[in-house]
């Protein structure tokens, strides 16, 4: 019996560690593989619990960190945001680093892409008006 009330001790202190080191991404604004039509204005980070953020890097499709003024969180929270520069069209990588109420480090990454029609198709009809006049 001993045995039995210590190994569920045990137990019991192996599942709350892992479930508070095991904090994860609940949501983020771009979305997971999100298609966008337009630059999005700002970067949201909701975790399932509260972290400090100790990184977050935007990369673009050649591997360009994108400044976007983040500073490592002292404060635990479960929502970041921050605003961003006008992005290209183009694949943008998103990683970030966290570490839990218990010091565990996560990290995680996720893309998102920036389609801009209505730019791109300004883009050609100047690229078409300035070919016209050099002839």
């Given at each position: 019996m001993k045995f039995f009330n210590?190994?569920?001790?045990?137990?019991?202190?192996?599942?709350?560690?892992?479930?508070?080191?095991?904090?994860?991404?609940?949501?983020?604004?771009?979305?997971?593989?999100?298609?966008?039509?337009?630059?999005?204005?700002?970067?949201?980070?909701?975790?399932?619990?509260?972290?400090?953020?100790?990184?977050?890097?935007?990369?673009?499709?050649?591997?360009?960190?994108?400044?976007?003024?983040?500073?490592p969180s002292a404060t635990p929270s479960t929502d970041f945001n921050w605003s961003l520069p006008s992005l290209a069209q183009g694949t943008y990588t998103v990683k970030w680093t966290a570490l839990g109420g218990d010091g565990h480090k996560m990290t995680d990454t996720f893309r998102f892409m920036v389609h801009k029609s209505e730019s791109h198709k300004m883009m050609q009809e100047q690229s078409n008006t300035h070919s016209k006049h050099n002839h």
């Amino acid at each position: 019996m001993k045995f039995f009330n210590s190994a569920v001790a045990i137990l019991g202190l192996v599942l709350t560690f892992s479930a508070s080191a095991h904090i994860s991404l609940k949501q983020s604004t771009p979305a997971q593989e999100a298609m966008l039509m337009k630059s999005p204005e700002q970067l949201s980070l909701t975790f399932g619990g509260e972290v400090r953020l100790a990184k977050v890097i935007i990369k673009d499709e050649k591997n360009k960190s994108i400044n976007f003024d983040f500073k490592p969180s002292a404060t635990p929270s479960t929502d970041f945001n921050w605003s961003l520069p006008s992005l290209a069209q183009g694949t943008y990588t998103v990683k970030w680093t966290a570490l839990g109420g218990d010091g565990h480090k996560m990290t995680d990454t996720f893309r998102f892409m920036v389609h801009k029609s209505e730019s791109h198709k300004m883009m050609q009809e100047q690229s078409n008006t300035h070919s016209k006049h050099n002839h």
